[in-house]
């Protein structure tokens, strides 16, 4: 069963960077064709694609969000992570990791990945 994890601080301040880990568990996130996005949700707001990293270390992000986003992996971990920077109110949301088979460029419908995280909720106050 393929599991993942998000972890990383609840609560960010203003302009700092928020960064992030999803740790995954029954599968290999260098295996080919596994792809591994991070999408988030804010409060009253609908899912939002952030980016995403491939199997061989590629990785794709939003035009919107490109400047401030870097999407990375540790193959020996198992892990991928997330950093948002110059962070502001509006990038409170709820972050999840997901697994697909297929790139999915910009897609953030659930039925376009085969696995979740539970997600992790970032507030970004002072």
């Known amino acids: 069963q393929v599991q993942l994890q998000e972890s990383g601080p609840g609560l960010v301040k203003p302009s700092q960077t928020l960064s992030l880990t999803c740790t995954v568990s029954g599968a290999s996130i260098a295996t080919m064709f596994n792809y591994w996005a991070w999408i988030r949700q804010a409060p009253g707001k609908g899912l939002e694609w952030m980016g995403v990293i491939s199997y061989s270390g590629s990785t794709y992000y939003s035009p919107s969000l490109k400047i401030r986003t870097s999407i990375a992996r540790d193959t020996s971990k198992n892990h991928i992570t997330l950093q948002l920077l110059s962070v502001t109110p509006e990038d409170t949301a709820v972050y999840c990791c997901?697994?697909?088979?297929?790139?999915?460029?910009?897609?953030?419908?659930?039925?376009?990945?085969?696995?979740w995280g539970r997600g992790a909720q970032v507030a970004v106050s002072s």
């Open positions: 997901a697994k697909s088979k297929k790139l999915s460029l910009g897609a953030a419908g659930r039925n376009l990945y085969d696995f």
